[in-house]
T-cell receptor, first 118, second 111 residues
Framework: EAQVTQNPRYLITVTGKKLTVTCSQNMNHEYMSWYRQDPGLGLRQIYYSMNVEVTDKGDVPEGYKVSRKEKRNFPLILESPSPNQTSLYFC?????????????????FGEGSRLTVL | KNEVEQSPQNLTAQEGEFITINCSYSVGISALHWLQQHPGGGIVSLFMLSSGKKKHGRLIATINIQEKHSSLHITASHPRDSAVYICAVSPPRGSNYKLTFGKGTLLTVNP
């Protein structure tokens, strides 16, 4: 079954305690991305990756790091979490979100990770 | 940066009504996505459009590239259609892959 898997789904942590949210996809997608969703602000892109070892900043990258060492995995790292990073996080993948010859730009989302930083 | 506006922000309908949700954007794009998010739930892709029109069941999505506008229509709406509908745009090919999202339209369909 085609899927994007995020872990953990729920996490409560304290300020400054490093954490990693994992994201894995089984569709051999080139594109992977992280988003945060906040009330009144909608979805905002944190980082994205077009392929292994290729990552780029989205609109709200401050306080986050990512890596893409393997095609299937794209972890989101919060080195020193702060309360303003309390949010609902989504990982997504696609062959190419802009479409293309195969027109297979459909986005597949993980189930979300609700993070609370105290 | 592309500005994506959705309207209306909130929409309440009676079961069976025809629903239209609009999305406008300010800069040329390579594709537009319509997404659905049920309360407390994950996000599901409904359509990806580069031109014209697509239909899936009771859902129809159209896009007018010249006018920078897309619409999502739901025919014969049902309470299970109650969800947030989100429009997202991909920048032109050859540029970056920063997706820009609208703030969503909350649809409530009453029985």
């Amino acid at each position: 079954e085609a899927q994007v898997t995020q872990n953990p789904r729920y996490l409560i942590t304290v300020t400054g305690k490093k954490l990693t949210v994992t994201c894995s996809q089984n569709m051999n997608h080139e594109y992977m991305s992280w988003y945060r969703q906040d009330p009144g602000l909608g979805l905002r892109q944190i980082y994205y990756s077009m392929n292994v070892e290729v990552t780029d900043k989205g609109d709200v990258p401050e306080g986050y790091k990512v890596s893409r060492k393997e095609k299937r995995n794209f972890p989101l790292i919060l080195e020193s979490p702060s309360p303003n990073q309390t949010s609902l996080y989504f990982c997504a993948s696609s062959y190419s979100p802009g479409g293309g010859r195969r027109n297979t730009g459909e986005l597949f989302f993980g189930e979300g990770s609700r993070l609370t930083v105290l | 940066k592309n500005e994506v506006e959705q309207s209306p922000q909130n929409l309440t309908a009676q079961e069976g009504e025809f629903i239209t949700i609009n999305c406008s954007y300010s800069v040329g794009i390579s594709a537009l996505h319509w997404l659905q998010q049920h309360p407390g739930g994950g996000i599901v892709s409904l359509f990806m459009l580069s031109s014209g029109k697509k239909k899936h069941g009771r859902l129809i999505a159209t896009i007018n590239i010249q006018e920078k506008h897309s619409s999502l229509h739901i025919t014969a709406s049902h309470p299970r259609d109650s969800a947030v509908y989100i429009c997202a745009v991909s920048p032109p090919r050859g540029s970056n892959y920063k997706l820009t999202f609208g703030k969503g339209t909350l649809l409530t369909v009453n029985p």
